[in-house]
């Protein structure tokens, strides 16, 4: 079965930005986590950690979203 391939999005002012923001919030967060990190049994370790993975899941949806990144990336032929 041939798939239709996603053609790789031109990217626009906006999305440049949003991108932009979700990968400050990215690095903040991890940033907290790393700050955090020498005491894996603290509540502030744990939701530190979450926050990170939340956001590297929301960048990586948004990067998904615009073809950037992932199985949503066309591939070169």
């Known amino acids: 079965m041939n798939q239709a391939r ?3 999005a031109k990217l626009t002012p906006t999305s440049m930005r949003a991108i932009g923001k979700s ?9 907290a986590y790393r700050a955090a ?3 894996e049994t603290l509540t502030s370790t744990r939701l530190a950690r979450r926050l990170y ?3 590297n899941a ?3 949806g948004l990067l998904r979203s ?6 949503a990336r066309p591939k070169a032929s």
Do not use: M, N, Q, V
């Not at 990968?23 to 940033?31: P, S, T, V, W």
């Open 6 to 8: 996603p053609t790789a």
């Open 58 to 60: 929301r960048h990586a």
């Open 66 to 71: 615009l073809h950037i990144y992932g199985s």
């Open 37 to 39: 990190h020498w005491d």
């Open 53 to 55: 993975r939340l956001e």
């Open 23 to 31: 990968y400050e919030r990215l690095r903040a967060a991890g940033k």
